[in-house]
């Protein structure tokens, strides 16, 4: 019963850390850095129109 025990928390740990490998070698071929700079460039365009004057007057008519 020992045996099957050892056994279980080798293959537990054997996964947990095959899956954060996998998970490092997945992540690190994807552009998060380009993603990254969308979004920001996103935020810099909505900061940008939220700047602008308000040129139009009040609603009439209502």
Do not use: H
């Not at 045996?3 to 537990?12: H, N, P």
């Amino acid at each position: 019963m020992m045996i099957q025990k050892w056994f279980l928390a080798v293959v537990i740990t054997v996964s947990g850390i095959s899956g954060a490998t996998l998970n490092n070698f997945v992540s690190a071929g994807t552009d998060c850095a380009k993603v990254a700079e969308r979004v920001k460039r996103s935020d810099a365009t909505t900061q940008k129109f939220q700047e602008r004057p308000n040129t139009r007057g009040p609603s009439q008519g209502f």
